[in-house]
């Protein structure tokens, strides 16, 4: 059993919307946290749920696939499950979770780690408050509480994704089969030396900020190569002050961004940066303040949905690699509370959060076919 051949014009346009949802599965219901939330009963009653899904939300510049494929992905499964007169042990939910991009709040409620107390937290940076975003979708921050689950409501959780990078097509490969999701450390660090004539000054006397900001970019790079888990770690915001051709920097701020699939690796790297950083203090005459900034901790993949992944590729006659995911997805926070899985599919020249994002139609059908076989065989494996 196969799912149908579907269209990028499908999930660009026609699946967006809770109609879609409710015609797959004649069920759907918005939790506290603006989930939308569409079930197909299975045969056993109360037994725990197979779920698969994503978010439609997106960046300013986003394009087609991040999100989208794989919420029509789960619309697909059922609607083939539907056709062909099939109903499986487990119910089968698509979840649309809400703001995946900005403040995974949708996938951190179903997984109990959204912070309640602190709605600061969640509050976009223009327009409403997160409260008022809300309810504008049918939720209630009140009872966010009330769209937690866990292992006897979700039996796994497996999503289908655009990989985001240039992995499988660099190594033709069809499937993707994912290890698990990188964990981060965010750092912001800020350099203070003194700012002063860049004429009159002598090199000698300088407490030269930028060259400590270098000599900080230089070593976050060394401890990254020098792990054998082949971490990434990554400046990518840097403010130079007061920022005038003819003026030493007096002071400078910078991030550092450090993900891992081991949190034992992500500890010893935060850990080698605040040494380095101190001696870098010390060698340039600056002070050096390290702010952490965020601490997400990794979720591995579980060994049966990646076992199961791996059949159904043979089955299949896909070819597959193992990879991390090495960005945030809902997975992630899903792999906290019950089985997760996930399966990426190719990204032209591994470009994503991009209108020039582009996955193929055929590349999309079979993700979608293993996603299909791995629902169906993993609910032969999960007691009910």
Known sequence: MRCRHVKPDDW????????????????????????MIATYAGKVKQAPALCTGSHIDTMASGGWFDGVLRVLAGIEVVRTLRENNLQLNHPIQVIVFSDEEITMIGCQAIAGTVLQQSPERYQPKVGDSSQTCLEMVGGNWEKLATAKCDRSDIA??????????????????????????????????????????????????????????AQVVLAVRNIALRMPSQPVATVGYLEVSPNAVNIIPGKV?????????????????????????????????????????LCVEPTLAAQKVQTTIKSVCEQLGLSYCQLPSRAGHDALEMGRITDMGMIFVPSQAGVSHSESEYTSPQQCTQGVNVLLQTLMELDQLYPV
Do not use: W
């Not at 999503?159 to 985001?164: G, I, M, S």
């Not at 994912?178 to 004429?199: D, K, P, W």
């Not at 450090?258 to 060698?283: G, N, W, Y």
């Open 156 to 213: 796994a959780f497996v999503e289908l994704h655009v990989e985001q990078g240039a992995v499988l097509e660099s190594t033709s490969k069809d499937i993707g089969v994912v290890l698990g999701v990188v964990g981060m450390r965010r750092q912001l660090i800020t350099i203070t030396g003194q700012a002063n004539h860049a004429g009159t000054t002598p090199m000698s006397m300088r407490p030269y900020a930028l060259v400590a900001a």
């Open 253 to 293: 701020e910078l991030s550092v961004d450090i993900r891992d699939l081991s949190q034992a690796c992500l500890d010893e790297m935060v850990k080698q940066l605040s040494q380095e950083v101190q001696a870098i203090a010390t060698d340039t005459n600056t002070q050096i303040a390290l702010a952490p900034q």
């Open 12 to 35: 660009q346009a026609g699946y967006r919307g809770r109609r879609g949802m409710v015609c797959a599965a004649r069920s759907a219901i918005t939790d506290a946290a603006g989930n």
